[in-house]
């Protein structure tokens, strides 16, 4: 519908007396040239009334009409043009035509909006009459005359305003309306558009209740749990706990996520197909709930990844035998420092053995001599011979020597064999096979375990300085795991230190090893004083591969290994500090239990 103008002031009178249409015009259009004589007359009619040309008053366009049917023709040219009038004044005598409710009648036929005042100067019709003949309506007024010029003044501009507004409202009503059906269609698009996503979507799509019943299912989830259609997958699966997941506590643990998160994502499950089949699926759910909290359902979706956790066995297989490399490579390359290690004590032992078995000869003649003296004395033959014999043997043997000495190898031996034990023992403990369990592990233990083996790496260019926090609780940890992140992170302090002591004055450099507890959590600091990072490499340091060692010392594995290992497997963080010039200090800080782990994103 168009717009409505900003004011219709058409007026239809429809009186077959022409004085009342003159009297009509003197009050509601403009002032002539006779206005005084009209005026006059005005005064005569209707006694002392309100001047027409008053400042203020609004006046209208009319058109004439002096029988019912006239005026109903005016009114149907007028619609047709789209002129419409807003006000009839319609007499109700009109002989020899239509009275003016029958005229009235036959207006609204034709516009139904047209405002109708019923002028009379008979009681001929009582109110009921006229009600009970045009009906309940709010379209029509009755003006009794003689009337004043006020009222005709008020209904002119009262009705034209009445009728600007019902066709405001019927055009606001019709936007409205237009409205209605553009949103009912975009709606309908919408749910098509959504129907057809949920229908046709790869993923799995549900609603299910806290029992475990599917409410709400697509294609998708019907194919990925191994069912032929959703019907089917509603009506036949009706306890998801123990139908569905291989291990019904997943759903439990889901659940109890979902209250403490409203969302979960990629929370993974293995699951029975409707075969019996295995496979594994990731869900994103959410709690949805009404507006005291209490839960509606749970709506998500689903999607199967059984060829991704195939795919991360394989990878997780070729990393534990990646690691397996690097520790391999990295008792290789320390194989030779242990072995130095071990042969420096084994050889004083050697020698100290070789000093008492030629310590034992002498002494097994001195005994012999003492055993020849003794019998001749047990038989009264004690000769100058024998007594000299038994001297010579005591000057030969040196005693004094050999009380010192003999003790002293053996101390000397002993302490020998036990730093080639402890040493055996570290290389047993350091290179013990991983395990993919966790164990409690004494991390101020574990750490000297691996500085131990390490040793023949650092000895010559460093000094080793340990400050281990007494009373240190045991952490959950892959011992081996966590063996092979220090020894990196040791044999790389001691190239920095080689590598910046290359460039000064020859003097040992210092790494030092320190554990501490802070809340939640255990710390372990490892510092050089090497070279230190540079910043433009700052940001690679965690990359494979990535090293600036020379060719042949280092496969670029090392730093990528140890922040897999602290960080994924252990929830904990690897963090450094570093100046060039003056070293770098790495951080490693594991939590003391799972609920201290690091939040992060899957």
Known sequence: ????????????????????????????TRRGASLARFEETEAAIFGNAERS????????????????????????????CGRPYAVAFVDMRMPPG???????????????????????????????????????????????????????????????????LLQESKNRMASLEDTVVART??????????????????????????????????????????????????????DTRNQLYADPVRLAELQRRLERESIVREFQSEIKCRDGSRKWISETSRRVADSDGSLLYYQGFVVEITAQKEAQKERNMIEVQLRQAQKLESVGQLAAGIAHEINTPIQYVGDNLQFMKESFAALESLLRACRSFAAAVQSNEVTPDVLSALESSIRKTDLDYLGREIPLAVEQSLQGVGHVSRIVNAMK???????????????????????????????????????FAPGLPQVRCLPGEFNQVILNLIVNAAHAI??????????????????????????????????????????????PFFTTKEVGKGTGQGLAIARSVIVDKHG???????????????????????????????
């Open 429 to 467: 403990e350091f290179s013990h096979p991983a395990s993919q369990e966790k164990a409690d592990l004494d991390l101020n233990r574990a750490i000297e375990t691996t500085i131990t083996v390490a040793r023949g790496e650092w000895k010559y260019v460093a000094e080793m300085a340990t400050d």
């Open 572 to 602: 904990g963080t690897l963090s450094f500090e570093s100046e060039v010039g003056r070293g770098t200090t790495f951080i490693i800080r594991l939590p003391r239990s799972e609920s201290a782990k690091v939040e992060r994103e899957p």
């Open 185 to 238: 269609a975009q709606v309908a698009y919408e749910q098509e558009k959504f129907k057809a996503i949920f229908e046709n979507s790869p993923e799995g799509i549900y609603q299910s209740t806290a029992e475990g019943r599917i409410l709400t299912a697509n294609p998708a989830l019907a194919g990925i749990f191994g069912y032929a259609s959703p019907e089917e997958l509603i009506e036949q699966l009706t």
């Open 498 to 543: 080689g590598d910046a002591r290359g460039q000064a004055d020859g003097s040992k450099g210092t790494i030092r090893v320190s554990t501490r507890l802070e809340g939640d959590w255990v710390e372990i600091r490892i510092s050089d004083t090497g070279t230190g990072i540079p910043e433009k490499i700052r940001h690679r340091i965690y990359d």
């Open 53 to 80: 040309g008053s400042d203020g008053a609004n006046y209208f366009e009319l058109d004439s009409a002096f029988q019912g049917k006239e005026g109903l023709g005016l009114i149907q040219d007028a619609v047709n």
């Open 1 to 28: 519908m168009s717009p409505v103008a900003e004011q219709n002031a058409r007026l239809l009178i429809i009186d077959d007396n022409p004085a009342i249409h003159a009297d009509f015009r003197k009050v509601l």
């Open 98 to 164: 239509w009275d003016g409710l029958e005229t009235a009648t036959k207006i609204w036929e034709i516009d139904p909006d047209l405002q109708v005042v019923i002028c009379t100067a008979y009681s001929d019709h009582v109110w009921s009459e006229v009600l009970e003949k045009l009906g309940q309506t709010d379209r029509l007024v009755i003006l009794i005359k003689p009337f004043e010029i006020v009222e005709v003044r008020q209904l002119a501009n009262s009705l034209t305003r009445k009728w600007q």
